[in-house]
């Protein structure tokens, strides 16, 4: 399952952004950046007209596995999760967050990395 189509980001120039204006939150798994949406930075063809929501992105890199097979079932995963966690959530402005998985994370269980996601998203005053 992947994010509906209204919660993806999308752009290298989205990505820099939120790199260079995100604040971070750390856990011994994973790293959330999260920043207010730059609007003039969102790839063209986007309907901008839904209404603000939280648009998302995950990272899991070689260093996790070198199995394509089980980067996929953790983007997956996460995709599934933040999606039931994040559809229902009202704001007033756009938020951007993206979240990359530390080489540590393959060690603990899905259920482990699914709650310290939630932990990471209650830090950065997401979700309550």
Same mark, same amino acid.
């Given at each position: 399952?992947? #994010?509906?189509?209204?919660?993806?980001?999308?752009?290298? @120039?989205?990505?820099?952004?939120?790199? @260079?204006?995100?604040?971070r939150? %750390?856990?011994? !798994?994973?790293?959330?950046?999260?920043?207010?949406?730059?609007?003039?930075?969102?790839?063209k063809?986007?309907?901008?007209?839904?209404?603000?929501?939280?648009?998302?992105?995950?990272?899991? !890199?070689?260093?996790?596995?070198?199995?394509?097979?089980?980067?996929?079932?953790?983007?997956? #995963?996460?995709?599934?999760?933040?999606? %039931?966690?994040?559809?229902?959530i009202?704001?007033?402005?756009?938020?951007?967050?993206?979240?990359? #998985?530390?080489?540590?994370?393959?060690?603990?269980?899905?259920?482990? #990395?699914?709650?310290?996601?939630?932990?990471?998203?209650?830090?950065?005053?997401?979700?309550?």
């Amino acid at each position: 399952m992947v #994010l509906p189509k209204h919660m993806r980001l999308k752009g290298h @120039r989205c990505f820099d952004f939120i790199y @260079r204006e995100g604040a971070r939150f %750390y856990s011994p !798994s994973m790293v959330l950046r999260v920043t207010k949406a730059n609007t003039k930075l969102q790839v063209k063809g986007i309907n901008s007209k839904v209404r603000p929501c939280i648009k998302c992105a995950i990272s899991i !890199s070689n260093k996790v596995s070198k199995k394509s097979v089980t980067r996929n079932k953790l983007r997956r #995963l996460f995709h599934h999760h933040l999606s %039931y966690r994040l559809s229902n959530i009202v704001t007033k402005n756009e938020i951007w967050a993206f979240i990359s #998985l530390k080489p540590s994370c393959i060690k603990n269980s899905n259920s482990i #990395l699914l709650k310290e996601c939630d932990k990471l998203l209650i830090k950065a005053g997401i979700t309550k």
